[in-house]
């Protein structure tokens, strides 16, 4: 019914950036909050940074003040932008949805993206 489709990770220098993109789609009216979450090896799913569709963001300590969390609410996008990257950012990355239905939250996950960090 909902499908998330990521793109935009990869292979990263350390101290670059990259920007990840995640455009939802399928049947339903409107997405209440989208945001990226990431697993860093050996460890569990963590929050990175989350965005309502009235505008407000949230982020993670370890990557505030050189992420920006952006979406597209036409076309059902959020996108995330993140600077100075070191090891530490490897991770998969995965793009959340949440959705309200009939008075219900219904969460959906993309596939995740691989983001390798290399000296």
């Known amino acids: 019914q909902v499908q998330l489709v990521e793109s935009g990770g990869g292979l990263v220098q350390a101290g670059g950036s990259l920007r990840l993109s995640c455009v939802a789609s399928?049947?339903?009216?409107?997405?209440?909050?989208m945001g990226w979450y990431r697993q860093p090896p050996g460890k569990q799913r963590e929050l990175v940074a989350t965005?309502?569709?009235?505008?407000?963001?949230t982020y993670a300590d370890s990557v505030k003040g050189r992420s920006t969390i952006s979406r597209d609410n036409a076309k059902n996008t959020v996108y995330l932008k993140m600077n100075s990257l070191n090891h530490e950012d490897k991770a998969v990355y995965y793009c959340?949805?949440?959705?309200?239905?009939?008075?219900?939250?219904?969460?959906?996950w993309g596939q995740g993206t691989q983001v390798t960090v290399y000296a």
């Open positions: 959340d949805a949440d959705i309200h239905r009939s008075g219900t939250k219904y969460s959906y």
């Open positions: 399928g049947s339903f009216f409107s997405i209440n909050i």
């Open positions: 965005s309502t569709s009235g505008g407000s963001t």
